[in-house]
């Protein structure tokens, strides 16, 4: 009797525990739900040059530099035929070496996963929240411009 409480005590506790997770949006380059703004005190600088211009969505765009808690954050959004294809980090916290740790290993896992989704709406990593929302933020001002 005690392991039927127990077995279905932990079977109702993982059904709660799935349906409480918030499901994906689909990704789009202009970004669904609300608009990011950027960080306190950051000031707007020109995009990058745009091989073909805007209509076309084609060039590299420079998202706005967005303070964190740690340290500034920048990226440059590259698209070709209104496609993200890469994403260079311009900017990183960088003061310490965990700050280059966390970076390290957080940067090219959210750079994999924005050029997945085509999107800025790309799942936080783990341990560098600060970092992943500086990313999102920046990728997506670049984006922004991209289709401005």
């Known amino acids: 009797m005690r392991r039927a409480v ?4 932990g079977i109702s506790a993982l059904v709660i525990t799935l349906l409480a997770l918030k499901p994906h949006q689909l990704p789009t380059l202009a970004g669904a739900g609300s608009p990011r703004t950027p960080a306190a005190g950051s000031a707007p600088r020109p995009s990058g040059g745009s091989t073909s211009g805007p209509a ?7 998202g706005d530099p967005v303070d964190t808690q740690y340290g500034t954050v920048q990226v440059a959004a590259t698209l070709v035929g209104g496609k993200l294809t890469a994403v260079k980090v311009l900017q990183a916290p960088d003061a310490n070496g965990r ?7 957080a940067l090219p896992r ?3 996963e924005a ?4 999107s800025a709406h790309i799942d936080a990593v783990s341990g560098a929240s600060y970092t992943s929302q500086g990313y999102t933020r920046s ?10």
């Open 6 to 9: 127990v077995a279905t005590t």
């Open 139 to 148: 990728l997506q001002s670049a984006l922004d411009r991209a289709h401005a």
């Open 110 to 112: 959210l750079t994999q």
């Open 115 to 118: 050029i997945g989704a085509q």
């Open 56 to 62: 076309t969505g084609t060039g590299t765009y420079t």
């Open 99 to 105: 700050d280059q740790q966390i970076a390290g290993y």
